[in-house]
T-cell receptor, first 109, second 113 residues
Framework: KNEVEQSPQNLTAQEGEFITINCSYSVGISALHWLQQHPGGGIVSLFMLSSGKKKHGRLIATINIQEKHSSLHITASHPRDSAVYIC???????????FGAGTILRVKS | GAGVSQSPSNKVTEKGKDVELRCDPISGHTALYWYRQSLGQGLEFLIYFQGNSAPDKSGLPSDRFSAERTGGSVSTLTIQRTQQEDSAVYLC???????????FGNGTRLTVT
């Protein structure tokens, strides 16, 4: 079993829809990252959180430490949101990030 | 402003040759990470540098892989005697301090023929 599980693996949405991507992890963590990777490879850090909720524009990230679960929400989705969304956790007191396999999102106009 | 810069962007090498990949982190960032992403695979941690501390090499897949960070800035990842399974995109990331968000470079796509 992977330490970080994401769901769904693939998601196709219509423009304007509300999107949720889930991340569950099995280890104690000090922080959780949500990353966005566009075709061509560039990776952008969207959020880093260790508790509660963060919002940036149309993106919202939440984390429940007790349940070892995080969600990334996209409101009013747009075709430019099409990308791979990756959840990564920083284990305990360690330095490395453990990555989920990613969620491939396609938003159709 | 300048982001994380990696060079070369693409590298094709013959099996058995050595390669060096370079990462210029954002100025002032004390933490530097190397990751790799193999075709169809997720991201994999390789090595972490923080200031003057000894690096965390726990992710390096074999002793053919090594990395150094000179003067707390530029880092070089070296792969000796490359194998076909080393083909991947090698990504570098830096952060101001370990607890701050990561900034990724665009990666070096390594192809071993």
């Amino acid at each position: 079993k992977n330490e970080v599980e994401q769901s769904p693996q693939n998601l196709t949405a219509q423009e304007g829809e509300f999107i949720t991507i889930n991340c569950s992890y099995s280890v104690g963590i000090s922080a959780l990252h949500w990353l966005q990777q566009h075709p061509g490879g560039g990776i952008v850090s969207l959020f880093m959180l260790s508790s509660g909720k963060k919002k940036h524009g149309r993106l919202i990230a939440t984390i429940n430490i007790q349940e070892k679960h995080s969600s990334l929400h996209i409101t009013a989705s747009h075709p430019r949101d099409s990308a791979v969304y990756i959840c990564a956790v920083k284990e305990g007191y360690g330095n490395k990030l453990v990555f989920g396999a990613g969620t491939i999102l396609r938003v159709k106009s | 402003g300048a982001g994380v810069s990696q060079s070369p962007s693409n590298k094709v090498t013959e099996k058995g040759k050595d390669v060096e990949l370079r990462c210029d982190p954002i100025s002032g960032h004390t933490a530097l990470y190397w990751y790799r992403q193999s075709l169809g695979q997720g991201l994999e941690f390789l090595i972490y540098f923080q200031g003057n501390s000894a690096p965390d090499k726990s992710g390096l897949p074999s002793d053919r892989f090594s990395a150094e960070r000179t003067g707390g800035s530029v880092s070089t990842l070296t792969i000796q005697r490359t194998q076909q399974e080393d083909s991947a995109v090698y990504l570098c990331a830096s952060s101001r301090v370990p607890s701050s968000p990561l900034h990724f470079g665009n990666g070096t796509r390594l192809t071993v023929t």
